[in-house]
């Protein structure tokens, strides 16, 4: 089953928006798109996911491509401590998440 | 916000020891907890699904007798590393689920493990 791809590394600027593209042309259709993000020697954390709509929370939004073979994450107003590892990984709702390498996110004060 | 706990944090331990490491979930019942290992750089890999009350999936190439799980209660599971050795160490981290909610998966803070 294919991971996700995404660029290696992005960078921005702080307050600016960054939008972290993602790939998954083979995404089924009861496939969630989850995003994670990571800090170094901290367990991911959970920013947000969406199967069909756009979705929006307190971190970020998600939009996601009518057919669904890609997402962006979008964060509004990037801060340093934004700057992570961001994970766009496929699955349920409920079950495993198969991480790829993700994308390093540099943010310049 | 649901929390998942990991304890210890990091562990330092001479060759053949084995090492138990346990991951709770706070405030929520989890049916089903993951477990993963992060070498440095790399990203997070998978070893294995856990249910609540069953026996763990392992995915392939984890050795089940190396790697023992158990997930007794809907709110805690452990792994524990037999005989460990060098090539062991590494970040291992754990995830936890109540597949009866809507709420995603939240991970714990990891586990350092060193072996000398």
């Known amino acids: 089953d294919a991971k996700t791809t995404q660029p290696n590394s992005m960078e921005s600027n702080e307050e600016e928006p960054v939008h972290l593209p993602c790939n998954h042309s083979t995404i089924s259709g009861t496939d969630y798109i989850h995003w994670y993000r990571q800090l170094p020697s901290q367990g991911p954390e959970y920013v947000i996911h969406?199967?069909?709509s756009n979705v929006n929370n307190r971190m970020a939004s998600l939009a996601i491509a009518e057919d669904r073979k890609s997402s962006t994450l979008i964060l509004h107003r990037a801060t340093l401590r934004d700057a992570a590892v961001y994970y766009c990984i496929k699955g349920t709702s409920y079950g495993k998440l198969t991480f790829g390498q993700g994308t390093i996110l540099t943010v310049h004060p | 916000g649901a929390v998942v706990s990991q304890h210890p944090s990091w562990v330092i331990c001479k060759s053949g020891t084995s090492v138990k490491i346990e991951c709770r979930s706070l405030?929520?019942?989890?049916?089903?907890m993951f477990w993963y290992r992060q070498f440095p750089k790399q990203s997070l890999m998978l070893m294995a699904t856990s249910n609540e009350g069953s026996k763990a999936t392992y995915e392939q190439g984890v050795e089940k007798d190396k790697f023992l799980i158990n997930h007794a209660s809907l709110t805690l599971s452990t792994l524990t590393v037999t005989s460990a050795h060098p090539e062991d160490s590494s970040f291992y981290l754990c995830s936890a689920i109540d597949r009866a909610s809507n709420q995603p998966q939240h991970f714990g803070d990891g586990t350092r493990l060193s072996i000398l």
């Open positions: 969406g199967l069909t």
């Open positions: 405030d929520f019942q989890a049916t089903t």
